[in-house]
């Protein structure tokens, strides 16, 4: 079974622009939960989807957007980018979501560095 | 704010040694789950333990849970030069769809 998968691995951003981050879920998964890593921050939750409806959101500005697909992929939208988007975003996906007992299994990220 | 704190944040021992690291949590939870990164990669999933389990093996692996003191610990034994990593603990609230990490742990195994 493929693992999650993301794209783009890396991306180089200036101040201001937008970006677009891609997640594709274990196949059968239909939650999707999305986390930025910054070393000052740490893993801090940004928002999960599932069967797509966010069903909770952490506490990042409204900068920071997603949406999931029919097929449980889902994608996520930083606008207006500030140096400090610079992170690696995670992607996770499990069975139900994180309210259950279920494992979630990571993506190898995308790190995103914004100039 | 971080729901978990790791204890040690830094760990150096020889291989073949047992390494042990801590969690700290603040809020009741349905599980919590321990996971590895290396150098800036993704994580990896090692073991689940339900807030009901106190204890759980998973090959080199012990996890405990003690709730009453709203803690866990993992435990690598026989450890590798392989083992070096980042060791994260997760916990999934109560309150449902939420999910937070500790502050890390950074395992060090010299060969």
């Known amino acids: 079974k493929a693992g999650v998968t993301q794209t783009p691995r890396y991306l180089i951003k200036t101040r201001g622009q937008q970006v677009t981050l891609s997640c594709s879920p274990i196949?059968?998964?239909?939650?999707v939960s999305w986390y930025q890593q910054t070393p000052g921050q740490g893993l801090q939750f940004l928002f999960e989807?599932?069967?797509?409806?966010?069903?909770n959101k952490g506490n990042f500005p409204g900068r920071f957007s997603g949406r999931q697909f029919s097929n449980s992929r889902s994608e996520m939208n930083v606008s207006t980018l500030e140096l400090g988007d610079s992170a690696l975003y995670l992607c996770?996906?499990?069975?139900f979501g994180v309210g259950s007992y279920n494992e979630q299994f990571f993506g190898p990220g995308t790190r995103l560095t914004v100039l | 704010s971080q729901q978990g704190e790791e204890d040690p944040q830094a760990l150096s021992i020889q291989e073949g040694e047992n390494a042990t690291m801590n969690c700290s949590y603040k809020?009741?939870?349905?599980?919590l789950q321990w996971y590895r990164q290396n150098s800036g990669r993704g994580l990896v999933h090692l073991i689940l333990?339900?807030?009901?389990?106190r204890e759980k093996h998973s090959g080199r692996l012990r996890v405990t849970l003690d709730t009453s003191k709203k803690s866990s610990s993992l435990l690598i034994t026989a450890s590798r030069a392989a083992d070096t990593a980042s060791y994260f603990c997760?916990?999934?609230?109560?309150?449902?769809?939420?999910?937070?990490f500790g502050t890390g742990t950074s395992l060090t195994v010299i060969p």
């Open positions: 996770a996906s499990s069975l």
């Open positions: 196949s059968g998964h239909r939650s």
């Open positions: 989807y599932f069967s797509e409806t966010q069903r």
């Open positions: 809020t009741s939870i349905n599980n």
């Open positions: 333990i339900r807030s009901n389990e």
């Open positions: 997760a916990t999934d609230l109560n309150t449902g769809n939420q999910f937070y």
